[in-house]
């Protein structure tokens, strides 16, 4: 890759970090969804949803690694999102001092919500784009993510 496509790249990801960093951003995100959790116990909420299997839920570990962040910090975004009633703990059948995650019908209801809500600006951001530049944005940044995230999820 040439130096200004890397450029234009990094100035493009950089860009819409910002951009979905906003206070503004997440408000509009969270409005209404009733309840007083941040975008931080949405974000605990999709990686608790994604991770749930017919086996059962997550342990706090495998939220922190979906999560990209220390077992600690997990752990109190999930004391909080616990709090706020969006998320229930239990004791891991096969190992008494683990415990698994499930969302409660509250927490499941708020991340429906918000999920409409963010596919929403996505939608109002692509509208007058065609079919296949979207499915080709997913496909590469999908690429991308799993690309930089294999170099540094074992870090």
């Known amino acids: 890759m040439d130096a200004k496509n890397l450029h234009a790249l990094d100035d493009a990801i950089h860009s819409f970090?910002?951009?979905?960093q906003r206070p503004s951003y997440h408000r509009w995100i969270l409005d209404g969804l009733g309840f007083d959790g941040g975008i931080a116990s949405v974000?605990?909420?999709r990686a608790v949803a994604r991770l749930t299997t017919d086996d059962g839920g997550p342990s706090i570990g495998r939220v922190a690694a979906e999560l990209g962040v220390k077992h600690s910090t997990a752990s109190r975004l999930i004391d909080n999102t616990v709090?706020?009633?969006l998320l229930v703990k239990s004791?891991?059948?096969d190992d008494k001092r683990h415990t698994r995650l499930s969302l409660s019908a509250q927490g499941d209801a708020v991340l429906e919500q918000a999920t409409v809500r963010r596919r929403q600006v996505i939608a109002e951001a692509t509208a007058d784009w065609d079919d296949h530049d979207v499915t080709k944005l997913a496909e590469l940044l999908h690429r991308l993510s799993f690309s930089?995230?294999?170099r540094f999820v074992q870090s």
């Not at 970090?17 to 979905?20: E, G, H, L, P, V």
Request: with cysteine; proline share 0%; aromatic share 0%.
């Open 148 to 150: 930089i995230d294999e």
């Open 91 to 93: 004791v891991c059948g």
């Open 43 to 45: 974000r605990v909420l």
């Open 17 to 20: 970090r910002i951009a979905t």
């Open 83 to 85: 709090k706020g009633s």
